[in-house]
């Protein structure tokens, strides 16, 4: 009877041990798998999530998101965020003042002025006027060759676009900022066209 008591206790004793190693075997390939994945994404839990960082830290709202007037001044419009130059708001024109300077913004910058014409940020949502049937490598060519839509032998991109920090994204960062704004809400908005300044040659 000893016997078998003791046996028994030593049956229980290495399934818990087993079950034990298991479970923590387990536990850190678990660990392992996410702390990959973290560190693929800048230290977010997804590409979106990074890719909202970025896109915050970028300032891209700045310019492809029109604003409303607050007792604070011009804030983002949460409602049209990333929406790109409403269609129904005039072109930009050069005051006197601004003459000097050579360029002019609308008030809440989704439209430019200067030598190289009349330039207007983009709809950057998901939906069929903004990026909705884009593919990642058009964006990476768009941002890092300067062409409009990432289409060889389009125009190519004009100020203040041309100008700003994500030319030094990486690609991995560039993919961030795509996936994260193919989950934003799409709205449609038709940006104006270019428009070359008076006189240029078409």
């Not at 006197?96 to 200067?114: C, E, F, I, M, S």
């Not at 993919?175 to 066209?193: E, M, R």
Request: proline share 7%; glycine share 8%; net charge neutral.
């Amino acid at each position: 009877m000893k016997n078998q008591t003791t046996l028994f206790i030593a049956v229980c004793t290495i399934c818990f041990l087993f079950y034990r190693c298991n479970s923590a075997s387990n536990n850190s390939s678990t660990n392992d798998s996410a702390t990959a994945a973290t560190s693929a994404y800048g230290g977010y839990a997804s590409q979106a999530d990074w890719g909202k960082h970025l896109v915050a830290i970028g300032g891209c709202s700045d310019c492809h998101t029109p604003k409303k007037m607050t007792d604070k001044g011009p804030l983002d419009d949460s409602a049209l965020l990333l929406s790109g130059h409403p269609s129904q708001l005039p072109a930009p024109a050069l005051m006197p003042d601004q003459l000097k300077k050579g360029y002019a913004g609308t008030q809440d910058l989704t439209a430019w002025n200067g030598p190289w014409g009349t330039s207007f940020s983009a709809n950057l949502t998901p939906d069929s006027t903004g990026l909705g049937a884009w593919t990642e490598e058009q964006f990476l060519t768009c941002i890092r060759q300067h062409l409009f839509k990432g289409i060889a032998g389009e125009r190519p991109l004009m100020p203040p676009m041309s100008m700003v920090g994500v030319n030094n994204f990486t690609d991995d960062e560039l993919k961030a900022v795509f996936a994260f704004l193919k989950t934003i809400k799409p709205i449609h908005n038709v940006v104006p066209d270019y428009q070359p300044p008076a006189g240029a040659s078409k």
